[in-house]
């Protein structure tokens, strides 16, 4: 999905899968080149790092919902639903 070409290419590439805390230690190890990660995590700051993606998280509810009228929904508005 993000480097097809390089796949095809003369260039070896091994794929493993990490989660992406691990992932990211392996790299500060330089046991790995690169990671695709979420980047949720504390220690982000000490790695080069691009966004390549971004996801959005929607909440669906009916059109007589308390919230439905709403344009953004924190965690907090969610806690007794």
Do not use: W
């Amino acid at each position: 999905m993000f480097f097809p070409d390089m796949l095809i290419t003369s260039v070896p590439v091994e794929l493993y899968e990490y989660g992406s805390i691990r992932a990211a230690r392996l790299v500060m190890e330089e046991t790995l080149d690169l990671a695709l990660v979420n980047m949720n995590f504390y220690e982000i700051d000490k790695l080069n790092s691009h966004q390549i993606l971004s996801d959005r998280i929607v909440f669906c509810v009916s059109p007589g919902h308390h919230l439905a009228n709403e344009k953004e929904v924190s965690i907090e508005m969610l806690k007794v639903e």
